[in-house]
């Protein structure tokens, strides 16, 4: 079983930035897939980005152009690095990573991200 902290999430104005960080306990050179879920209040918990093992990213509609998802091997860390934030991207942001298709993976504790004038 590998741990997830995930950190970066902040109060920031509409159109600002922030960076969030999952640190995993363990090496992601192998992993078959890590994301990013955000869950906000009253909502169901949705997928936002994922990067493969072959480092291919994918995002949902709503933040393409906006989120970037990466990886660093070395740090056994991946990113989400979010630009331009509208007040509907406020929600709890939660990292997930599986190590091998059809298993089950695993979640972060969340990282609170608020984006309010």
């Known amino acids: 079983q590998v741990q997830l902290v995930e950190s970066g999430g902040g109060l920031v104005q509409p159109g600002g930035s922030l960076r969030l960080s999952c640190a995993a306990s363990r090496s992601i050179f192998s992993i078959n897939r890590m994301a990013w879920y955000r869950q906000a209040p009253g909502k169901q918990r949705e997928l936002v980005a994922f990067i493969d093992s072959g480092g291919t990213a994918n995002y949902v509609d709503s933040v393409k152009g906006r989120f970037t998802i990466s990886r660093d091997g070395a740090k056994n860390t991946v990113y989400l690095q979010m630009n331009s934030l509208k007040p509907e991207d406020t929600a709890v942001y939660y990292c997930?990573?599986?190590?091998?298709?059809?298993?089950?993976?695993?979640w972060g504790q969340g990282t609170q991200v608020t984006v309010s004038s």
């Open positions: 997930y990573a599986q190590y091998r298709i059809g298993t089950d993976g695993s």
